[in-house]
């Protein structure tokens, strides 16, 4: 536990920090593709490795992250940026997406079980 809170921490002060006092945004610039990729670790039995990969242009937000929901899982998401605000500044991205265990998938492929009782398949 106390490798997790000393790599969370640390974590933080090297990639949070910069962000505060870093400078702001030419806003009247054309939107390009913005990507971002992280990884948290998880010093643990068994050692869980969690990337997070998201890219945004203008309102989109697009995420994809791996062992984030459940070890060995697959997940996608799609959003939308609300931002804005004077004095009160605000950024909220609510998400829509789903799931996939690598179990799962490779269940499916293998036994065409689903073949076997699906009305629309004509194999």
């Given at each position: 536990m106390k490798k997790i809170f000393k790599f969370s921490a640390l974590y933080f002060i090297i990639f949070f920090v910069p962000s505060i006092y870093s400078q702001e945004e030419d806003t009247t610039a054309v939107t390009e593709w913005e990507f971002s990729a992280e990884a948290d670790l998880y010093f643990t039995d068994p050692f869980i490795f969690?990337?997070?990969f998201s890219a945004n242009r203008e309102k989109l937000h697009l995420e994809a992250r791996y062992n984030y929901e459940d070890l060995k899982t697959?997940?996608?998401w799609i959003g939308y940026n609300f931002y804005g605000g004077e004095e009160f500044e605000?950024?909220?991205?609510?998400?829509?997406g789903g799931v996939v265990s690598t179990e799962a998938i490779w269940n499916c492929t293998t036994c065409?079980?689903?073949?076997?009782?699906?009305?629309?398949?004509d194999g």
């Amino acid at each position: 536990m106390k490798k997790i809170f000393k790599f969370s921490a640390l974590y933080f002060i090297i990639f949070f920090v910069p962000s505060i006092y870093s400078q702001e945004e030419d806003t009247t610039a054309v939107t390009e593709w913005e990507f971002s990729a992280e990884a948290d670790l998880y010093f643990t039995d068994p050692f869980i490795f969690l990337p997070i990969f998201s890219a945004n242009r203008e309102k989109l937000h697009l995420e994809a992250r791996y062992n984030y929901e459940d070890l060995k899982t697959f997940s996608g998401w799609i959003g939308y940026n609300f931002y804005g605000g004077e004095e009160f500044e605000y950024f909220i991205t609510p998400m829509i997406g789903g799931v996939v265990s690598t179990e799962a998938i490779w269940n499916c492929t293998t036994c065409y079980a689903c073949q076997e009782v699906c009305p629309v398949w004509d194999g």
